[in-house]
């Protein structure tokens, strides 16, 4: 609780520690060996998005990776979402391809969204077929369209149901009357969406909008998850 160092013991892939007795919180912090490439089976390849919410950017709090760590060849130290990305990572929730590219801007699908929330409440699915049966059978999805890009309304939609199987769902929910766009959001993301706005989870862009239906770039996926994942 004090930001002691806890030490481990055992060696090779296998550590243990004592767990503290009390509520605290604990963070690892790995380095990698450039040798070894492990199975970054949710990467994407998809088209680039050029668009940006600036309110995306690294919140409060966010670890920032030194100077030595960078992790993938295409998203700098001072990428405005690196801390995030770095987060994602380490957590085991988002990977990169086998040659050390994230694709901050390429977009994110269902099937990698599906892959990515079964990880962060504690699945780990062998394949995208296995994350698509576990979204599936969680009320996640109906497992169409896995190539698909998914939306800001869609995501928040399912970071909304995913704080309800965690049983972290709070009564916060704030008004969206002050988006000039907020009749465009669907009637059936209006309740995940006024939740998110509420929570911090996400934002409106500098000209007063959300964007509902704008697609997600893998870089602006990171930030929202690590939002969810500080204030759920």
């Not at 520690?17 to 509520?23: D, L, N, Q, R, V």
């Not at 077929?129 to 009320?139: H, L, M, N, P, T």
């Not at 109906?142 to 399912?158: D, F, K, L, S």
């Not at 006024?194 to 000209?207: F, K, L, P, Y």
């Amino acid at each position: 609780a004090g930001g002691g160092i806890i030490n481990t013991t055992g060696s090779g892939n296998r550590r243990t520690f004592t767990m503290p007795a009390g509520k605290v919180e604990i963070r690892a912090t790995f380095s990698r060996i450039v040798s070894s490439f492990p199975d970054w089976s949710d990467s994407s390849s998809g088209a680039s998005s050029h668009w940006t919410d600036p309110s995306q950017t690294a919140i409060q709090g966010v670890p920032r990776p030194g100077a030595s760590q960078q992790l993938f060849y295409d998203v700098p130290i001072g990428h405005w979402a690196a801390g995030e990305i770095s987060w994602a990572n380490q957590m085991g929730y988002m990977n990169g391809d086998r040659w050390g590219v994230f694709d901050p801007d390429g977009t994110m699908t269902f099937q990698q969204m599906w892959m990515v929330l079964a990880r962060v409440n504690g699945y780990w699915p062998s394949s995208m077929e296995d994350a698509k049966r576990w979204a599936v059978e969680g009320g996640f999805a109906e497992g169409a369209n896995p190539t698909t890009a998914i939306t800001r309304h869609q995501m928040v939609t399912a970071l909304f149901r995913c704080a309800r199987l965690m049983g972290n769902m709070n009564n916060n929910y704030a008004s969206l009357a002050g988006y000039t766009d907020s009749r465009t959001v669907p009637a059936s993301a209006r309740n995940a969406m006024e939740w998110a706005v509420a929570n911090g989870i996400i934002g409106g862009t500098s000209n007063g909008r959300l964007e509902p239906n704008q697609t997600i770039t893998r870089a602006q996926f990171a930030v929202i998850l690590y939002r969810f994942g500080q204030r759920v």
